[in-house]
């Protein structure tokens, strides 16, 4: 897997937007970015993926630099229920389902 | 809605007694995933399956570990014996092969092992 780069920590006022940075500059030209979250005491969660398009969904957008060494997850309108750590991985291009390499990640706290 | 399930949610044992996990992947998802995490390690790969046949086991103990799938409904991580440095959550997740998602995996919501 391509080694990914994110703050520790990071706060978020709820309500607001969360902005989560990773930076992957080794990331091959096939390979997806991938974020999940762990929310205390469950299993990672799927967020979102994309290769170099803006992605969003039900949850979040990514946001993908044009030259795709960096990427930013976006919460658009942070809750109390999204505080977890948020992974950004970027997993070998298999073509099929494969193996997951979760860093430390970025604990995010959303606060009142 | 579909989810992965895994047994027991919670299993205390004394050390050198034998445990078996687990767990019932997402119907129609053929490729299964046994991960460990502890405060130290974090999230690790302990082994995964595809079509019930083991794809790489690299991350887990081999002297006391073990991993099957029966069939395509249950998959099973054993410890035997366990040892107190084995105690952490054990996540199982399971993916489909392919399709435009491949690295969606859905995990559960994993067992909590404490070996004294």
């Known amino acids: 897997d391509a080694k990914t780069t994110q703050p520790t920590s990071m706060d978020c006022a709820e309500g607001r937007a969360a902005n989560l940075p990773c930076n992957h500059s080794t990331i091959s030209g096939n390979e997806y970015v991938y974020w999940y979250r762990q929310i205390h005491s469950q299993g990672p969660q799927y967020i979102i993926h994309?290769?170099?398009n803006n992605e969003t969904n039900e949850m979040a957008s990514l946001i993908i630099t044009e030259d795709r060494k960096s990427s930013t997850l976006i919460l658009p309108h942070a809750t109390l229920r999204d505080t977890a750590v948020y992974y950004c991985?970027?997993?070998?291009?298999?073509?099929?389902?494969?193996?997951?390499?979760f860093g430390t990640g970025t604990r995010l706290q959303v606060t009142l | 809605d579909a989810r992965v399930t895994q047994t027991p949610r919670d299993k205390v044992t004394e050390m050198g007694q034998e445990v078996t996990m687990r767990c019932q992947p997402i119907l129609g998802h053929n490729t299964v995933f046994w991960y460990r995490q502890t405060m130290m390690q974090g999230l690790e790969l302990l082994a995964y399956f595809r079509n019930r046949a083991p794809l790489d086991d690299s991350g887990m103990p081999k002297d006391r570990f073990s991993a099957e799938m029966p069939d395509a409904t249950l998959a099973t991580l054993k410890i035997q014996p366990s040892e107190p440095r084995d105690s952490a959550v054990y996540f199982c997740a399971s993916a489909p092969t392919g399709g435009p998602t491949y690295n969606e995996q859905f995990f559960g919501p994993g067992t909590r092992l404490t070996v004294l």
């Open positions: 994309g290769l170099k």
């Open positions: 991985i970027v997993p070998k291009n298999t073509g099929t389902a494969s193996k997951l390499t």
